[in-house]
């Protein structure tokens, strides 16, 4: 008898998460045990329910899926982490790796490719969805180091690519202190930071940024 394969799914549309449901309760070795709608959900979910294996999309609200797979890997060392998303660009690829996912396939995508990912990382494989440029996999497993794909994203901190999501989807200076547990003088300092590297003079230009990057799918 195989060994059950704990999965915690991170989406934040509820609609495709009943279809990843739906696909992989059709393997007797696979078990959903719990559903996460944003990347600060599925960070504390792992802690709850330590899954065997997290599938986890990329663009979700509050903490996007890049930030959220650093944190859950530098706790959580041993988790698999399979990437789900629509994102098929050579940065998106690097970054995600980069971040501590073993995984990387796309939305559009077969149900036979997802089971299988899922598959080759439970045996300790790393597996990237054909669809993607097989230059870009290449070129980065040779060596990561010498990707060359650079991004004005690398200019700002962890903390300023939070202040900016969050911004971006609605939220006062008040409430991002509030969700981050820090002060209001701190966020206002990582606002100005942030657009001055950006060159982004007004939430609408931070907002507009935000989602042409990935950072939230508003």
């Known amino acids: ?19 990843i449901r739906a696909i992989l309760d059709t393997v007797p070795e696979f078990e959903i045990v719990g559903e996460a709608n944003n990347g600060k959900d599925a960070i504390s979910l792992v802690g ?44 998106y690829v690097h970054a995600t790796l980069k971040a501590g996912a073993n995984g990387y396939i796309l939305k559009d995508d077969t149900s036979e490719e997802l089971i299988n990912a899922l598959k080759n990382l439970m045996a300790n494989k790393t ?4 669809s993607i440029c097989n230059e870009v996999v290449l070129g980065y497993l040779a060596d990561p180091s010498k990707a060359t794909i650079t ?30 547990s820090i002060s209001l003088k701190t966020v206002e300092k990582h606002r100005s930071n942030m657009m001055k590297k950006l060159d982004l003079h007004s ?16």
């Open 1 to 19: 008898m195989k060994a059950v394969t704990r999965i915690l799914i991170a989406d934040d549309h509820t609609i495709l998460r009943s279809g």
């Open 48 to 91: 709850k329910l330590m899954p065997d294996l997290l599938l986890c999309d990329l663009s979700m609200p509050k903490t996007n899926g890049t930030e959220a797979i650093q944190r859950i890997r530098s706790r959580y060392p041993d988790i698999k982490i399979l990437v789900l998303t629509v994102h098929k660009t050579e940065e």
């Open 127 to 130: 597996y990237l969805s054909p």
């Open 151 to 180: 991004h004005s994203l690398d200019q700002l901190t962890t903390r300023e690519r939070e202040v900016m999501k969050l911004i971006a989807e609605g939220y006062k200076n008040k409430n991002v202190a509030e969700y981050l």
């Open 203 to 218: 939430a609408s230009s931070i907002t507009s940024y935000a989602i042409k990057n990935g950072l939230t799918s508003l």
